[in-house]
Every structure is written in C-alpha cells, then in structure tokens.
Antibody, heavy 122, light 107 residues
Framework: EVQLVESGGGLVQPGRSLRLSCAAS????????MHWVRQAPGKGLEWVSGISWNSGSIGYADSVKGRFTISRDNAKNSLYLQMNSLRAEDTALYYC???????????????WGQGTMVTVSS | EIVLTQSPGTLSLSPGERATLSCRAS???????LAWYQQKPGQAPRLLIYGASSRATGIPDRFSGSGSGTDFTLTISRLEPEDFAVYYCQQYGSSGTFGQGTKLEIK
C-alpha cells in the first residue's frame, strides 16, 4: 500500500525549533518529488516547500523562506522539514505530499499523508 | 507569485444537480499546470484533476475539468451525497499555490 506517515509535530514555544519527518512506503521514493503543505485550523491549504527527487531543486513559500529547510534521505525513504524561529502563525496541520513525477514543480500531488499538528504557543 | 481566486466561496446545491466551480489566476498558468482537490472534514486532500482536465486514478467521470490560461472550471455533472466537501484549485509550476477553496454544501 502506498503510504506517507508524518511525525514530529507537537507544542512548541515561539522562537524554538521543530523537525518534522515523513516516512514513505509502498513506492520507489527516489522516483518522486516531495512537498510539505500546511493547513491552519479552519483555514485553507498553503504550500510550504518542495524538493525534487535528487534534492537538486528546492523551493519555499515566502512565508517560511529563511526559517524552514526541506531535505530528504532516499536511503531511508524519508522527507524532513526543519522549522526554526517558529511563530504563532506557523500553527497548522502539516501534510507530506508526493508529486506525480520526479521533477519539481511539474505535476500535481497525488498521495498525501494524514498530517502532523504543530502548535506554536507560549 | 500567481494568486488563485476561487468562486463562489460557498455553493449550495441538491444531490443530482450540476455543480460549476471557478478558479481564476492572476497571471497565465503555464502548460495548464492546474489541479483540483477535494477535502472532506478530518481527511487529507484528494487529487481529482491534474493538467487542468485529466482525471486522477479512480476519480468518477462525473468530475471534469476545463480551462486554460487564467480561467479554469471544475464541473460535477450530477452531485452524489459524497461529493459535498471543500474543493481547492492549485497551480503547481515553480510553487504550489492553492486557491482559498469553495465549500460545496447540501441545500
């Protein structure tokens, strides 16, 4: 079964850091670009960051640029999001999503995890 | 950055009716890199349409997408009870900007 499972969320104080992980299974992980998408409580979807199959192409939303870092370990079938200098407005459910191809930014997101919740509050 | 504006914000229809959802881009979307997703409460989004008009695997043919450039449409030909949800459009060139969503509710 094709599956993405996020972990690493939790309650964190403003200004602190958190690292999210996404474990992939059921498909050849290094054949696909991957993304993080977040959804604040009761709000819409916001694309956060994406990475190509070989980490050669990476992109970030303006709202997280300079604070968040996306990475992947193809040997471990895992995607990561290092989040630094967290703010209250980063509070959201963070989804890991697979792009329908190995390139970055050329296809839609066909597989989604169930998300991990990040709450930034003092 | 391309901004996507969806309309209407809420659409109230009955099962069996036809639904037409709109997505307008602030500038032309390259190569029809436009997708539609469905999201039900407590669930992750599900891909419905990619490339503006291609149905994703397992999506019923009552769902169809059309448009190009800056104007795109998702049509559900005959609404089933399970179709009532929130729908998002997304352009996936360079970044993955989403529209703000259209809530399709039962009238």
């Amino acid at each position: 079964e094709v599956q993405l499972v996020e972990s690493g969320g939790g309650l964190v104080q403003p200004g602190r850091s958190l690292r999210l992980s996404c474990a992939a299974s059921g498909f050849t992980f290094d054949d696909y670009a991957m993304h993080w998408v977040r959804q604040a409580p009761g709000k819409g979807l916001e694309w956060v960051s994406g990475i190509s199959w070989n980490s050669g192409s990476i992109g970030y939303a303006d709202s997280v640029k300079g604070r968040f870092t996306i990475s992947r370990d193809n040997a471990k079938n895992s995607l990561y999001l290092q989040m630094n200098s967290l703010r209250a407005e980063d509070t959201a459910l963070y989804y890991c999503a697979r792009e329908r191809g190995y390139s970055y930014g050329t296809n839609a997101f066909d597989i989604w995890g169930q998300g991990t919740m990040v709450t930034v509050s003092s | 950055e391309i901004v996507l504006t969806q309309s209407p914000g809420t659409l109230s229809l009955s099962p069996g009716e036809r639904a037409t959802l709109s997505c307008r881009a602030s500038q032309s979307v390259s190569s029809s890199y436009l997708a539609w997703y469905q999201q039900k409460p407590g669930q992750a989004p599900r891909l419905l349409i990619y490339g503006a008009s291609s149905r994703a695997t397992g999506i019923p043919d009552r769902f169809s997408g059309s448009g190009s450039g800056t104007d795109f449409t998702l049509t559900i030909s005959r609404l089933e009870p399970e179709d009532f949800a929130v729908y998002y459009c997304q352009q996936y060139g360079s970044s993955g900007t989403f529209g703000q969503g259209t809530k399709l509710e039962i009238k």
